[in-house]
């Protein structure tokens, strides 16, 4: 059959390089893809871009697409899952409704209030007065986030009145995020270890995918601004087996019956972005999507089938499903162009990307593009360079190694991806539940 990936970053190339391996897969779709996904075997880019909602299905339908699955959450967000639904066509992710989940932030923590799932205490504001007030009350340092999709940078940690007032000012007046900042959440400011915890989900039934951790600081130590993640690894040691429990008991669990009950029932990858605090986990996020660049090492360590997996779940049979892992650890580097969060140079010549053997390395495209014959950089998170290892030092230096030897002007990477599982390996921490 032909399956198509709607996105063109890291995760895609993850989700397609996996995609491709299924024995069910005669050719795997991108669109639009990177120069990763033009270069991988059995995958073929499409120039249709990841919002053309039309031509998606222009295509899907033209092409006899059997399965869709979609990266990123500006589609679902928009209805693409909604789309394809009418047309008979599966597509794997939630509805549109569903994906408010992560499209609106004052939604998911209504929704998280209303059902009991912890989370940092929030108040909404539509005025800076308004959200001065609350902010006053809520005591600083706190958490600004614009309502809406804002590409990862709609959230600012604000530490006195005159930076909240001034990014109130700036997200609510639509300059900096458009429509997206029409409401501001003003959150208390928690303090811990960040995990991502991912599942697949069909109604109020749910696979956990393996834990994993994202570093989404620029700098090494978890210093400097956030950024969309500057490398992950899974299994994540921090997820103990009594966490990973209480994760489906109090978060994943009740967050599933509640979209259900509320009349948006949720179908698609489920992530929760929690923040391990001294009185228990607290979801900081929910999306609606596989995590990037956490899908890039939890999909190198997935044995299954993933198109098998996906059928079954859309053929309401999640109940069947079971995953199989492997059991070294998976670590991926992210390497990105100087600049990035903010502005950065766009096609760079990317050299080095040939030397990479097949095998426990693979080098995962981002912003990459075709010029010509060569490879050029395209965006701000350029590649992931991921590796297993049969610990996390192992998978760290394997990816370390590669990652020296690719490059292009400018580029920067943290070298440090891992280093908290690193403390947990030398018998600091909690044990691994999937070893
Ligand atoms: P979000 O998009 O809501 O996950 O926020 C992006 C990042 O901002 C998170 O991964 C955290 O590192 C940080 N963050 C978000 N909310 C909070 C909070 N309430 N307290 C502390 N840090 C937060
Ligand atoms: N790695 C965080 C995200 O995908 O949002």
């Given at each position: 059959m032909k399956v198509l990936i709607i996105g063109g970053g890291g995760r895609e190339h993850a989700l397609a390089w996996k995609a491709a391996?299924?024995?069910?897969?005669?050719q795997v779709l991108v669109a639009p893809g990177n120069a990763g996904t033009a270069g991988e075997p059995g995958v073929r880019n499409v120039d249709?871009?990841?919002?053309?909602l039309s031509g998606l299905l222009e295509l899907a339908l033209d092409q006899s697409v059997e399965l869709t699955i979609v990266g990123p959450e500006v589609p679902l967000a928009a209805g693409v899952v909604d789309l394809f639904s009418e047309r008979g066509l599966k597509c794997f992710g939630p509805t549109k409704d569903a994906a408010q989940l992560e499209s609106s932030k004052a939604f998911a923590k209504d929704f998280m209030a209303r059902h009991g799932i912890p989370t940092a205490g929030y108040a909404v504001a539509e005025s800076v007065d308004e959200g001065m007030r609350q902010a006053r009350a809520i005591g600083f340092p706190l958490v600004l986030k614009?309502?809406?999709?804002?590409?990862?940078?709609?959230v600012v940690i604000v530490d006195d009145e005159d930076q909240a007032e001034k990014v109130l000012d700036d997200m609510l007046s639509g300059?900096?995020?458009?429509?997206?900042?029409?409401q501001v959440v003003i959150e208390e400011f928690l303090v811990g270890e960040e995990a991502s915890f991912i599942v697949i989900a069909d109604g109020d039934q749910a696979v956990p995918l393996a834990s994993s951790q994202d570093?989404?600081?620029?700098?090494?130590?978890?210093?400097g601004p956030n950024t969309g993640g500057m490398g992950a690894y899974s299994?994540?040691?921090?997820?103990s087996a009594q966490l990973h429990e209480q994760l489906i008991d109090q978060v994943i669990a009740p967050a599933l019956r509640g979209m259900t009950s509320d009349g948006h029932r949720f179908t698609g990858f489920l992530y929760a972005g929690v923040m391990l605090t001294p009185a228990g986990p607290k979801v900081l996020e929910f999306n609606v999507r596989f995590g990037d660049p956490e899908t890039q090492p939890i999909l190198m360590r997935l044995n299954s089938d993933l198109i098998a997996v996906l059928l079954q779940v859309l053929d309401g049979?999640?109940?069947?499903v079971r995953l199989d892992w492997d059991e070294r650890t998976a670590l991926g580097i992210v390497v990105a162009a100087g600049g990035y969060p903010e502005a950065y140079a766009k096609g760079r010549p990317i050299t080095g990307l040939d030397l990479v053997p097949p095998g426990q390395v693979k080098v995962f495209h981002a912003g990459t593009r075709m010029d010509g014959a060569q490879i050029v950089t395209s965006g701000g998170r350029v590649l992931c360079v991921t590796a297993l290892g049969d610990s996390v030092a192992q998978a760290q230096a394997r990816a370390l190694n590669w990652t020296a030897r690719i490059g292009f002007e400018d580029a920067f990477y943290r070298s440090d991806i891992g280093h908290r599982a690193m403390g947990r390996d030398s018998g600091l921490g909690t044990r691994d539940p999937e070893s």
């Open positions: 391996q299924s024995p069910l897969v005669e249709v871009a990841a919002d053309d614009a309502d809406g999709l804002a590409a990862g940078k709609g300059q900096a995020f458009g429509d997206a900042g029409h570093h989404k600081r620029r700098d090494e130590g978890d210093e299994p994540a040691p921090v997820v049979r999640i109940d069947q």
